[in-house]
């Protein structure tokens, strides 16, 4: 057998080193958490965040996707447009349809000028034939032909105000069609409702949406938290707003702040991905551990969801936090990363 080389020798003996150092790490660090100050619980958990659909309206072609997985998209960002063309034909009708319906009403609100200037002169005549036939200087006829006259364009008057009401519905049933064709055209133009991350594109240009059809699926970075899992003791302990921490598998040295914003009113068994066996055969509550929003906006770089670790919270408000969940916080007070230090929540969500 052939004999190792001095170099590949010494690097096998620094891989054994640091491989000493981190299983000793990882068991100071075991040992701490079994340590934990009295009104103080933790479960294990992982980071979450929930999901949000981008699905067309109605079915359209898939014109461009903006966007690809991995993504952090803005709120309002345009990130896929579907194909328009036939809603564009028939906005296009639609503004026709108003042209003509308003030269209706044009027309309309002429003859209604008309017709009142036919009664104004008629009134008038009919006037001059009453006084005339008082100074028996006219007829009776032509009194009664003056005097219907005013009573038969009154009648017109009528209808035609009947026919620019008519003219007027019509206007607004034409622009409401065309606004509703807009709104169409508008929803084709897919827009991001959250602040968050691309984690599926499920359309390509060319493809046929169906009603509802989904194009994209966001991670919602608005609402990042962790779901740790309690006794019944402490979690009637737990109040909403109580402080809590999350802290990662792979860098234990460093915590988020957190706030406590649900506390499951139900026991369930702990879902088996999160604790061992023995412990899921016991009752326990869900217990929902809240990053702040200015936390993950200021580390929204670097946040992702799915990485495992432990949240911790406080049962009981006088309880004080151990040294090694308070060193290398990171909270909503921290303007910016520390010379040396992790990125940021980055250091406790990610996942690759």
Do not use: C
Not at 74 to 80: E, K, S
Not at 202 to 213: F, I
């Amino acid at each position: 057998m052939a004999k190792l080389s001095k170099t590949t020798r010494r690097w096998i003996i620094v891989l054994i080193a640091v491989a000493a150092a981190a299983i000793l790490g990882w068991q100071y660090w075991k040992a701490k958490q079994s340590g934990l100050p009295n009104g103080i619980a933790s479960g294990n958990g992982r980071i979450e965040a929930k999901l949000a659909d981008v699905s067309a309206k109605e079915p359209l072609r898939v014109k461009e996707v903006l966007v690809e997985e991995g993504d952090l998209v803005r709120p309002g960002q345009i990130l896929a447009k579907l194909d328009t063309v036939t809603l564009d034909a028939q906005l296009a009708e639609a503004k026709a349809n108003i042209s003509a319906a308003n030269e209706r009403l044009a027309v309309a609100e002429a003859s209604i000028t008309k017709i009142k200037a036919q009664i104004q002169l008629a009134k008038i005549e009919a006037e001059r034939s009453r006084k005339l036939l008082e100074e028996n200087a006219g007829s009776q006829r032509e009194y009664d032909v003056r005097k219907t006259t005013v009573e038969t364009t009154t009648a017109a008057l009528d209808e035609a105000e009947a026919q620019l009401k008519t003219a007027r519905q019509e206007v607004g049933v034409a622009e409401a069609n065309a606004a509703t064709i807009q709104t169409r055209i508008d929803d084709a133009t897919l827009k991001s409702p959250v602040l968050g991350r691309v984690l599926y594109r499920l359309a390509e240009p060319g493809e046929v949406l169906g009603p509802g059809g989904k194009a994209l699926t966001l991670v919602n970075l608005d609402d990042v938290y962790m779901e740790i899992f309690l006794s019944s003791a402490e979690a009637s302990q737990v109040k909403l707003g109580a402080e809590g921490r999350i802290t990662v598998d792979y860098e234990p040295g460093r915590a988020a702040e957190g706030f406590v914003s649900f506390v499951s009113p139900e026991a369930q068994f702990t879902p088996k991905e999160v604790e061992t066996k023995s412990e899921r055969e016991k009752l326990v509550f869900r217990v929902k551990i809240q990053l702040p929003k200015a936390l993950v906006s200021h580390y929204i770089q670097h946040i992702k969801t799915g990485v495992r670790g432990v949240g911790y919270v406080k049962v009981k408000d006088n309880a004080v936090w151990p040294d090694w969940l308070q060193s290398g916080l990171l909270s909503t007070g921290e303007a910016e990363p520390k010379a040396g230090a992790s990125a940021g929540p980055a250091d406790t969500s990610q996942i690759h």
